[in-house]
Every structure is written in structure tokens, then in C-alpha cells.
């Protein structure tokens, strides 16, 4: 395990801000991984101290012991899920089978439900279930579970599968453009929609019709989709930008398939290549964004705190806090209670924020 390294931490205000008493100190800490070319999915094991990584290079799961009261990381042990070439990726918590998780095998070309067995950190993860890919699609990259129904976007065939897991002979296959990453339904209209990073365009999906249309990102916004998530209100969206430059630009989707675009206003925020975005936990309007170097070596790997006011529509505060170890490509967000945690997708780190209020 890594020591810690110091981080730094700014803030960014949209407008003056009031005083409003002594601010929240804050630190960044890495913890290594076992070595691996490629670091990228993380998850956390609900109601167990537990978060778990995939190693698509080598196909392995690393479990992650958290204190339950600091969060902090305790222990780090990683297990083969599959052979090597099998190039496990994407992660999802499943609520139908509580205590399990989705996993991709991108190479080998099959979905997983995986027992992580999270109550022991040296107890090896069980594969329960495997299920084939249908219908010619290739390349599973991210999965996630919507009531019986599994949304998977296959990078190697470019298309979104959507697979009823409890009778797998049931699935309906969806056209995308180069490449699909993430699918997310809207909360609203129940629509899907599917960022395609290499086709700057966001795909929409009907599930009821299976009509499907592409929404072009404005050139003057940015380009490169990918992180994609929904909720408050809508279905958001992160702008990586290109080799040369980031815009620092997010947009949310409304009900009717319109885009708010956001732009980041403080300096380091204005180039950022923003890769990924979650939610914060608490009651707070607030996404957290993560800034990558994944692209370019010119860009900063950042984990940034966006807070925006009760109706989600006008930033209010930026925050940035720069990953330790600068191009590291920084590649998923994962919130916990207290803190937040990024994978780095080459060093095979994991960088953890923390808060600690005085």
C-alpha cells in the first residue's frame, strides 16, 4: 500500500461568496494497487466496508477493506476473475441479487454475477452466473442493472444490448455509432441514452418503441462524450474534448432530450478533459467531476467538487484537488460518505479525497 502523498485543494467561487466561517480542510491520499497496466471500474459493496476494482489488463477484481468509520483503505487484495485475456471492466452493484455485482468481460466476450464474498478481504470472489453475449455483439465494456433488465454497451460491435437476465434469450440488440461507453435512464422519461466518445454524438434510445436518434454535440461545446450518469432531474453528461484541449463542459439532458450545457469558470476548470461524474451523497446539489490526463499529457488529473444552488441549474462553487501523481489518466469517481475515491487507470492507484471539517 501506498503512502500518502499530500494533495492540494482550491476553490473556485461562481460569484462572490459571504463569509461562512472556516473551510473544510481536505487531503488526498493514494493507496497502490497491484500492479496492473490498466486500473478502471470501482464500486462499493453495499452495507459492507468493501469497494472493488477491475484490472482489465490482467482480469483481476481487487477488493479494497475500508474502516467504517475514516474510510480509509486497510487492506488491498486482488483474485483472477476469468484468464487474463478475458479483460474484466465493467462493475455494477445488483439490487435483484443483493450482495452481488455485474462484471464485463470485455475480451471473453460474457456478462458475470460475481458473490465478491465481501465479508472477508482474503476470501476469493465466486462467478455464479455467466451469460454469452447474444446476437453477434462483441466487446462488453459497461453494464448496469435496471429492474430485470441489464443495459450493456459492447465497444467491439458498436451497438447497446439490452438483456433480460432472468430469461437471457430475451434481448434486443440497438445500432450505435464508434464507440459506446455509458448508458443511463433518464428519471423522467425513462428514455436511455448512451454517450459515443469516439463519434462526439450522444445516442438516444426509446425501450418501449426501440425508435433510436443521435444527438450531435455542438462543436463550440466541446467533443467526446463519456461519462454519463442520471438523476437530479436528468440524464448528465461529461466532455472529454481532444488531444490537444479540454473546454472544462458538462451538460444535463431534460425530459425532452434538450441539453443545459455547463461550463467550469475557474482557470484550472476552463481546459479541463473531464472524463467521469458521479453524485454527491448527501442532500447537497452537487456532482463531482473527475478531470483526466487520459488523452493528453498536457492535461491535469483532478478530482473537482461542483455545488450548485436548489434547482440544479447555476453552478455556486467549484473545488479542484489535484491527483498526487500527475498523468496518471485518472479514470472513475466513486463517493462514499465522507469521501471520494478515483481509480488511476496506468499507475494502478487508487486516490482517495477526504474532508475533515474543524
Not at 200 to 228: F, K, W, Y
Not at 269 to 295: D, K, N, T
Request: proline share 7%; aromatic share 6%; hydrophobic share 40%.
Amino acid at each position: 500500500m501506498a503512502g500518502a502523498l499530500p494533495g492540494t485543494w482550491g476553490s473556485a467561487a461562481a460569484e462572490p461568496a459571504g463569509s461562512e466561517g472556516v473551510p473544510p480542510r481536505r487531503s488526498v491520499v493514494e493507496y497502490g494497487l497491484p500492479p496492473a497496466e490498466e486500473t478502471h471500474e470501482i464500486v462499493k459493496v453495499p452495507d459492507k466496508p468493501m469497494a472493488l476494482v477491475s484490472q482489465m489488463s490482467d482480469s483481476h477484481l481487487v477488493k479494497l477493506a475500508l474502516d467504517p468509520r475514516t474510510e480509509r483503505v486497510t487492506g488491498v487484495k486482488a483474485f483472477a476473475l476469468g484468464p487474463k485475456d478475458a479483460m474484466l471492466h465493467g462493475l455494477a452493484v445488483s439490487e435483484r441479487h443483493p450482495g452481488r455485482i455485474w462484471a464485463t468481460h470485455e475480451g471473453g466476450n460474457r456478462l458475470l454475477l460475481v458473490d465478491p464474498r465481501a465479508d472477508e478481504l482474503d476470501a476469493a470472489p465466486r462467478v455464479e452466473r455467466e451469460i454469452g453475449i447474444p446476437g453477434g455483439g462483441r466487446g462488453p465494456h459497461y453494464v448496469n442493472e435496471y429492474g430485470d433488465t441489464l443495459w450493456v454497451t459492447l465497444k467491439g460491435s458498436d451497438q447497446v444490448l439490452a438483456l433480460d437476465h432472468t430469461r437471457p434469450e430475451r434481448f434486443r440488440l440497438f445500432e450505435a455509432k464508434a464507440h459506446p461507453i455509458f448508458a443511463a435512464r433518464h428519471p423522467g422519461s425513462g428514455d436511455f441514452y448512451v454517450s459515443q466518445d469516439s463519434a462526439s454524438t450522444v445516442l438516444r434510445i426509446d425501450p418501449g418503441s426501440g425508435r433510436t436518434s443521435q444527438m450531435p454535440i455542438p462543436a463550440e461545446r466541446g467533443s467526446t462524450p463519456v461519462g454519463l450518469i442520471g438523476g437530479a432531474g436528468g440524464v448528465w453528461v461529461v466532455l472529454l474534448g481532444t488531444d490537444k484541449a479540454g473546454t472544462g463542459t458538462f451538460g444535463r439532458i431534460d425530459e425532452d432530450g434538450r441539453i443545459t450545457w455547463h461550463r467550469l469558470r475557474a482557470p484550472q476548470g476552463r481546459s479541463a478533459s473531464l472524463l467521469h461524474l458521479a453524485f454527491g451523497r448527501g442532500r447537497e446539489p452537487m456532482l463531482w467531476l473527475l478531470a483526466s490526463s487520459i488523452v493528453s499529457d498536457d492535461a491535469r488529473d483532478l478530482i473537482i467538487r461542483v455545488r450548485f444552488d436548489s434547482s440544479w441549474t447555476r453552478i455556486v462553487e467549484e473545488e479542484y484537488a489535484a491527483l498526487p501523481t500527475q498523468m496518471c489518466k485518472a479514470h472513475r469517481l466513486l463517493p462514499l460518505a465522507n469521501s471520494v475515491l478515483a481509480t488511476e487507470l496506468t499507475t494502478a492507484t487508487v486516490a482517495q479525497l477526504t474532508v475533515a471539517r474543524e
